[in-house]
Structure formats: structure tokens, C-alpha cells
């Protein structure tokens, strides 16, 4: 199937009468997604968003419930968001990263309701990559610029137009109402060819990373490799699949709501018991947490690399720190098994 550039801002006003629409708009110098009242709002062609699409379907602040409490007993109100959504635009690597972000919502111990409705009630079209940023390295943690994981419907750039390409059925069956034209065998051949042209320049080896990693808990390497890092926490907000968070209750006297806010392992509160007593006292403890958490322990826990390689941490952060120069270092680094 093929659409057309220009038929694209009339798509989305169809799909605006039927869905919550997303999709990158421009905020000053740079994209993020909102939801769009207009197909003319959407930046295609913009590159990665500013924050990760995660923020749709695990916002940095959301009301849990709320409760009133009297003689007569509670009553409890859990606001439900189950409006059907369609997020235009994503990049593959931000796709990847809700299908990681899953294995933390919806696994055998626990299935998170406020996440997992969004979810299911969400279709994502994705926008392949033309041209990777030279921070992006998604070839090295298992994705790709045109990786469909976590898609329904991916979308080829060619030109002036986009060639379709179903994933899913619901993919599917949103492109066949649409009622895209059929692509020719040009149209295909274009789409394969920027696929191929699609060079991610850069490549980090994680060969040995995570054996690495079991045995490097005391490496001295922990010592120097943070120093530059400020704790600001800048990366952990803008990571795709960084999903730490706080439960605060709001309250006045017997009235008030529960909250869940994002948090970040970067900040010393994050794990400061109330006793006083905190084992990540430092920034070395915090760093080193982000780097295992990511590398180590999530593919202890899910068999899968908890970084899809998008670039964020690398553009954003505020001294220069670089995630693949941190990763090959410790590559490099001695295995120490004791402290
Ligand atoms: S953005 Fe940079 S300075 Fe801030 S916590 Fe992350 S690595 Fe440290
Ligand atoms: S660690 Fe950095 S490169 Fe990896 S997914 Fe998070 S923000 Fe992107």
C-alpha cells in the first residue's frame, strides 16, 4: 500500500474523529508528542521526539485514585483511561522500547491496569529512519532503523510519499479503512532501496558485555567512570525504557488522591530509607545502578538489553556524557568478584 505525503494531514483528520491521535508537533527547537486536534500539527519529518513515547501510556504524573474517607466508610474513585489512541509517527527504536517497558507492566507477578489499557487500545504507526543520527547505535542492541517490533503499521519514506506496511491486524485492518492505494512494484523496490541505504554509523560492541558486568560489581572502574556525572537524572527522564517511580498521596484532612510520579535512580532520595541508611549513598552507587540495571539485571530478569539505542542520553545530557564510550570502557575493564 501507498499514501501520499499530502494525503497524510486529511488521514489523520479521519482518524482524529475516531481516536485520541498523537503525534510529533514542533515545540520551539525541537518535537514532541501531543495530541493533535489537526493532521496539519504533525512533523513527520522531524528525527527522534525530545522525551520517548512512553509517556503516553506511562505519563510522568498520573492520579491513581482518589478517596474519600468519612464515618461511613471510603469510597474509592480509579479514573480508567481506556479512549481508543492512535500514535502516528513513532520511530522503530521507540516502538522497541514499549515492547522492554511490557515486560515490567505485564509479567506473570504483575499486570499494571493504567499501562496495560493504554496499551491494548493503542495502534502505533511507525516511521522508519532514512537517516540514523549519528548518536543513534539501535543495530547494536538488537533493533534496527526499520525494525517492526512493537509496530502495527510501518510507514517508508520514499519521497513524496509513504510506502505502507502492515504488521499486525490491527495494522492492517486501519490501513485497508484508510483505504490506501495499492503499491506498485516501483513503489516496493524504492522502499526497499532506502532500507538499504539506511546506514546506523554507529556501532557499539556489547560482545561479553553482560558477562562483563556479572563479575565487575567492585571494579575499580566504578571509581572514575561516573565523575563527570552531575546526578541530574536528565537521562533516566528521556530514556525510552527508564521506568522508576514514586507514589506520593495528595491529601487534605479525609480527602485526596494517590499519585505516581517518574523517578530516577540518579537522584540520592531515590533509595534513602527512613531510617537514614542509604546503599546508593553516592554517585558511583547511582551510576554504576544504571549501567547494571540496564545491561545486567534486565537481562537477568527478561533475556533482553533495557536500551534500544536511540541517542537520547547521549544528545541530552548536560557534561557529555557518552553511554557507548562508558559501555566499551568497561568492555575493557579487569572482573574483580570482591570489594
Ligand atoms: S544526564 Fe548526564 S549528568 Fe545527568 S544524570 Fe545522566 S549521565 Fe549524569
Ligand atoms: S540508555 Fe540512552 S541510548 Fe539507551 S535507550 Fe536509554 S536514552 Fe536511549
Not at 124 to 152: E, H, M, Q, R, Y
Not at 202 to 214: E, P, Y
Amino acid at each position: 500500500m501507498i499514501v501520499s505525503k499530502k494525503e497524510i494531514p486529511s488521514f489523520l483528520d479521519k482518524l482524529i474523529s475516531d481516536y485520541q491521535v498523537f503525534a510529533p508537533v514542533q515545540k520551539g527547537s525541537y518535537t514532541l508528542f501531543k495530541q493533535i486536534c489537526s493532521g496539519t500539527d504533525a512533523v513527520l519529518d522531524g528525527g527522534i521526539t525530545k522525551l520517548p513515547v512512553k509517556e503516553i501510556f506511562f505519563p510522568q504524573s498520573e492520579k491513581l485514585f482518589s478517596y474519600n474517607v468519612t464515618n461511613e466508610g471510603a469510597k474509592l474513585e480509579a479514573p480508567v483511561d481506556d479512549r481508543k489512541k492512535v500514535v502516528f509517527g513513532v520511530r522503530p527504536c521507540d516502538a522497541r522500547s514499549l515492547t522492554l517497558l511490557d515486560n515490567v507492566f505485564n509479567n506473570d507477578k504483575y499486570q499494571d491496569p493504567y499501562y496495560l489499557t493504554r496499551r491494548n487500545n493503542t495502534i502505533l504507526v511507525g516511521i522508519g529512519c532514512n537517516s540514523p543520527a549519528s548518536t543513534c547505535f539501535c543495530t547494536s542492541v538488537n533493533g534496527g532503523p526499520f525494525d517492526t517490533k512493537g509496530l502495527d503499521l510501518l510507514l517508508v519514506d520514499t519521497g513524496d510519499a509513504y510506502v505502507v506496511e502492515p504488521v499486525s491486524d490491527k495494522g492492517k485492518e486501519l490501513a485497508e479503512k484508510a483505504g490506501f492505494a495499492a503499491a506498485s512494484d516501483a513503489d516496493k523496490a524504492a522502499a526497499a532501496k532506502v532500507k538499504e541505504e539506511a546506514v546506523v554509523s554507529c556501532r557499539v560492541n556489547t560482545d561479553g558485555l553482560k558477562a562483563k558486568l556479572d563479575v565487575n560489581f567492585y571494579d575499580p572502574i566504578w571509581d572514575r567512570i561516573h565523575e563527570k556525572c552531575l546526578g541530574c537524572g536528565a537521562c533516566t527522564y528521556l530514556c525510552p525504557t527508564c521506568h522508576c517511580f514514586d507514589i506520593v498521596d495528595d491529601a487534605v484532612d479525609c480527602n485526596g488522591c494517590r499519585v505516581r510520579n517518574w523517578d530516577s535512580c540518579a537522584f540520592p532520595l531515590f533509595t534513602l530509607h527512613g531510617s537514614g541508611h542509604n546503599p546508593r549513598s553516592t554517585n558511583k552507587e547511582r551510576y554504576r545502578n544504571r549501567i547494571m540495571h540496564k545491561f545486567k539485571y534486565f537481562v537477568d530478569n527478561f533475556n533482553e538489553i533495557a536500551c534500544v539505542g536511540c541517542g537520547r542520553c547521549i544528545k541530552n545530557c548536560p557534561v557529555n556524557m557518552d553511554i557507548r564510550v562508558v559501555l566499551e570502557d568497561i568492555r575493557g575493564s579487569e572482573a574483580r568478584l570482591d570489594s
